[in-house]
């Protein structure tokens, strides 16, 4: 038994390392230019033929859960299924060239993060749109950076953001990292930005609000235009988290509800892999005002030539080249295969699946009318104990404990992605799990790869190798 299988406790559910199966010796006798304490003279290499390789890399596949096993509705994180298509799209060799080849070599290349600008743009209603921050997060801090450049450049310092408490913890990040003071503002007793409490938090100090529409509870902020007004009368921005633009595509657009600045999760929107805090995409489009603080380089179209260009008050760069170019071709790939029409339909099924599957489980949806998610609550029961053993029924749990100010909550957003049956499915998860014993509940999962882990530790003090993994034990 090795720390594995100490850990899981069960020998059935542990796949070993390729190195501890048979493994054969190979000499190396060849001369080495690298320097000898680099090099080895053998090396000990898995014994193993192609369908055995293969299998323990299924085997281990399916020790994860993805939303290519089944439904997972995960509050706020839009586990939306990434079509295989887009894969194709940005596998094509053609794409592979070297960022630093000069614009007229890479017109093909340039074209593209063009007319991803400016689908961007056309969606979320605003005047230019930069692809390089490499996450949402990375998105928030430049959007940020941008607001703070435009007040600097209008000799207007301010020093603080305001944040709902609802929203996520990247938005208070951002907004400190930097340089503010985030003010912290208590959601309304339907779930929404109480204006009155806006109006005391709002001051000349204010550099922006950071919002998202529909809200953490899924709420549309209906009275966004008065938020608007309050913000800009007293010279701040709006700035819009994009997490749930999901819920708006082709009916409605933050620019026109008044946002100056924000950021597409396009992982969370356009059906691209999850960045993990860096190597996806998170976009940033900003109104015409700010529009030169963006930052370097843009891409622009001039008399059908495309080139890149340094925007006159730029910000500088937030990532190298043009970000990360394979998801950003996905993104592109995405919106250009759905189209108006079938951007609309996304956003429309999405809302229709969440108020779907909300009217077929017993729990108590406190704050509505919602669109895309909402926020359950587990009542007298504990959600994370509930979540765990949905996991049991083969489904993945909602987001759960957050946001704070409902109570045991399960954040749930199905996507349009999932059908009437699956739908039912998680429908029947809920419910099941709701109604098993809390001994049942609080033992669970039983029926997965790893039981009960401790997440806050697995957060906090990752080990990410199983070197050091081993080592340490
Ligand atoms: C509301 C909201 N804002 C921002 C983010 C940050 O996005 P990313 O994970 O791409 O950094 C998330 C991520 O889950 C989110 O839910």
Redesign the pocket.
């Given at each position: 038994m090795n720390y594995d299988q100490a850990r899981y406790g069960d020998e059935d559910r542990y796949e070993p390392l390729l190195s501890e199966k048979d493994t054969t010796s190979v000499d190396v006798d060849e001369a080495s230019p690298l320097p000898e304490d680099l090099t080895r003279d053998s090396l000990e290499l898995p014994r193993l033929s192609e369908p055995e390789l293969a299998r323990h890399y299924t085997r281990l596949s399916q020790m994860n859960w993805s939303v290519e096993s089944g439904p997972y509705p995960l509050g706020?994180?839009t586990m939306k299924y990434n079509p295989s298509f887009t894969e194709d799209v940005a596998a094509d060799p053609s794409g592979a060239v070297h960022p630093d080849r000069s614009d007229g070599t890479i017109q093909g290349t340039l074209e593209l993060l063009y007319g991803l600008q400016d689908y961007l743009a056309r969606i979320g209603g605003m005047d230019a749109v930069t692809l390089q921050p490499p996450?949402?997060?990375?998105?928030?801090f430049t959007g940020i950076l941008v607001a703070k450049a435009y007040h600097e450049a209008n000799d207007d310092e301010r020093s603080e953001v305001i944040v709902p408490a609802s929203?996520?913890g990247?938005?208070f990040a951002s907004a400190a990292m930097a340089g503010y003071d985030v003010v912290e503002l208590p959601s309304g007793e339907d779930g929404r930005v109480d204006l009155e409490a806006l109006e005391a938090a709002v001051s000349e100090e204010t550099a922006a609000l950071m919002l998202?529409n529909p809200n953490?509870v899924g709420v549309f902020e209906r009275d966004i235009e008065e938020i608007a007004e309050i913000v800009h009368d007293a010279g701040g921005l709006l700035y819009y988290?994009?997490?749930?633009l999901n819920a708006l595509l082709g009916q409605a657009r933050p620019g026109d509800m008044g946002f100056d600045v924000m950021?597409y999760?396009v992982?969370?929107t356009f059906a691209t892999p999850?960045?993990g805090?860096g190597p996806?995409a998170?976009p940033v489009g900003v109104t015409e005002e700010l529009a030169e603080f963006l930052p370097s380089p843009q891409v622009r179209e001039r008399e059908g030539h495309y080139e890149l260009y340094e925007p006159e008050q730029s910000i500088g760069k937030v990532h190298g080249y043009q970000g990360n170019w394979l998801v950003l071709v996905k993104a592109y790939a995405y919106i250009a295969r759905l189209g108006d029409a079938g951007l609309k339909d996304a956003a429309a099924k999405a809302v229709l699946n969440a108020n779907y599957l909300a009217s077929q489980i017993d729990l108590d949806i406190p704050y509505g009318p919602f669109h895309h998610e909402f926020a359950a609550t587990a009542g007298d029961r504990d959600a994370a104990d509930v979540a765990k053993r949905m996991l049991d029924y083969g489904v993945h749990p909602p987001t759960t404990k957050w946001p704070e100010f409902v109570p045991e909550a399960m954040l749930t957003e199905p996507t349009e992605a999932e059908s009437l049956d699956s739908l039912e499915d998680l429908a029947d998860a809920f419910d099941s799990a709701m109604n098993d014993s809390t001994e049942e509940i609080e033992s669970a999962p039983s029926k997965t790869t790893a039981g009960r882990i401790d997440q806050a530790a697995a957060a906090r003090n990752p080990r990410l190798s199983w070197r050091a993994l081993g080592e340490e034990e």
């Open positions: 706020s994180c996450a949402g997060a990375a998105g928030e929203a996520h990247t938005n998202t953490t988290d994009g997490a749930n950021h999760n992982h969370k999850h960045g805090g996806g998170g």
